[in-house]
């Protein structure tokens, strides 16, 4: 008897440590596999941060551009305007000065042809309307 329960309790210590093996392989193929794809979800999560990133950077990038394009627009239409303000403005004080004999009629008619030269440069329609109204006053003078 005595022969056959250390047998049975070398069968049992060993069918522990088999049982104990096969759970310590199967535990190390589970964490190396669960490790893995920790790391490829970890990748994958990474690339589409990276995507988000790149977008919103593309489209901060895109709308500072088109701020920027507006921002140029409209400094140069108002540039545009101070131009036809301001020769407007001589015009009208030219063609005063002259009517007051302040100035001669064929000094006048040069500045107001050049003021009418510069409104050209920036709206070539109203530099003919200009021009006609030009003609129009020293036809009747």
């Not at 500045?111 to 021009?131: C, F, G, H, Y």
Request: aromatic letters at 8%; proline letters at 1%; charged letters at 25%.
């Amino acid at each position: 008897m005595a022969n056959s329960s250390e047998n049975i309790k070398n069968y049992s210590i060993t069918l522990l440590c088999i049982i104990a093996s096969a759970f310590i392989i199967f535990l190390g193929f589970y964490l190396k596999n669960t490790a893995e794809s920790k790391a490829i979800a970890q990748k994958e999560i990474l690339t589409k941060v990276e995507q988000k990133v790149d977008n919103i950077y593309e489209d901060y990038k895109s709308l500072i551009d088109r701020q920027i394009f507006m921002q140029e627009r409209i400094e140069e239409n108002a540039n545009s305007a101070g131009v036809l303000l301001n020769e407007g403005s001589l015009i009208f004080s030219i063609r005063l000065m002259e009517s007051e004999n302040m100035m001669d009629p064929a000094q006048a008619d040069m500045m107001v042809i050049e003021s009418i030269s510069e409104i050209e440069k920036v709206n070539p329609r109203l530099a003919d309307i200009v021009t006609a109204f030009n003609r129009k006053y020293i036809n009747s003078r």
